[in-house]
């Protein structure tokens, strides 16, 4: 016997609401884990490193587009995605990546400094 119309309504109202429901909880889990999957740059020698814990650099904030003040390698503060930038150069444009909407707008802050001309003397 075939179902009544209200009832199939019903099946299909369910149906697709489950996969709605997927979806946002998907994209919301692909978010979470694109944050934990990459989160910090990766090194073999640690005597290579410095550890510089009070130059104020560390806290600067950086738009997409801003001219890079220093040469390294920075982080995105929303989504943890790391460039390299070299001094004198811009940031990535905004359309450089995509965030989410639970993640914050790009920005990039400096996590490794690099003495690209030799004239860092710590
Ligand atoms: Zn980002």
């Known amino acids: 016997m075939w179902p009544s119309r209200p009832a199939k309504l019903k099946k299909i109202f369910f149906m697709f609401s489950t996969i709605l429901i997927n979806i946002i909880f998907g994209c919301i889990l692909n978010e979470i884990l694109n944050i934990r999957v990459r989160n910090m740059a990766l090194y073999k020698d640690s005597s290579i490193l410095k550890y510089v814990p009070n130059w104020e650099g560390w806290d600067k904030i950086y738009k997409p587009s801003d ?3 220093h ?3 920075y982080k995105c503060t929303g989504c943890k995605k ?3 930038s070299n001094k004198g150069d811009r940031f990535p444009p905004q359309n450089h990546h995509q965030h989410g909407s639970l993640l914050s707008s790009i920005q990039w802050k400096i996590i490794i400094y690099t003495d690209t001309d030799g004239s860092y003397s710590y």
């Open 82 to 84: 790391e460039i390299t």
């Open 71 to 73: 040469s390294g390698i």
């Open 67 to 69: 001219i890079v003040p």
